[in-house]
């Protein structure tokens, strides 16, 4: 697969990309913000339960500093986990493309994949080990993943960030991050904008 981007006999654009992931921060960064994200939907609902329920501002803020904690050990986690998965990756994340008028699938190449399959086996089986649903789900869904889809019609934000080669892709329960080189970035990118209608975009 040709790192540039081109366009095959059945109109489809194809090409490949090698992201460095201990110099290129974007895909940490992402893991990083899903955590928070998560974490403050999980904080936010016994707050309100608390305000409703009378408990007073002391101990609501207590219980936040509890969580704070939580956060900071989910995060020292998460940086060794991002760690580890560059190591057993080489150090690069590596990403094939191919992409119409309708949309565009982001995949993994077949080495990466089938590390990525025995990362989720090894979590689903430590998850049972431990009776974590929600480890054993996380393992089961990599295991499963090889290829990823984001419909262009769909798509409510897109944002440009060339000096990291990534466009990234917004939708409703659908995200994903497009990397692309320096030679062909403007096209890419112009031709997402163009090819969603109902996405706000971002270029930078």
């Not at 897109?158 to 030679?183: L, T, W």
């Amino acid at each position: 697969m040709e790192n540039r981007v081109t366009r095959s006999q059945d109109g489809k654009y194809r090409w490949a990309y090698e992201v460095p992931m201990m110099k290129n921060l974007t895909i940490f960064w992402t893991v990083i913000k899903v955590l928070f994200i998560s974490l403050l939907i999980v904080i936010l609902i016994p707050v309100i339960a608390d305000l409703f329920d009378g408990v007073p501002f002391i101990v609501i803020l207590r219980n936040l500093r509890v969580f704070g904690y939580v956060f900071l050990a989910l995060a020292v986690i998460a940086v060794f986990s991002y760690w580890l998965v560059s190591w057993i990756y080489g150090g690069s994340y590596k990403a094939v493309y191919e992409m119409d008028e309708d949309g565009i699938t982001t995949s993994q190449t077949k080495e990466q994949s089938d590390k990525a399959k025995a990362i989720g086996a090894i979590t689903a089986v430590a998850g049972l080990a431990a009776r974590s649903h929600g480890a054993v789900s996380a393992g089961v869904n990599s295991m499963n993943s090889g290829s990823f889809y984001s419909r262009f019609s769909k798509v409510r934000t897109v944002k440009a960030d060339r000096g990291n080669n990534v466009i990234k892709m917004n939708a409703p329960f659908n995200y994903n991050q497009i990397y692309v080189c320096d030679e062909d970035f403007d096209f890419v990118a112009g031709f997402i904008a163009e090819h969603c209608p109902n996405a706000t975009t971002s270029m930078k």
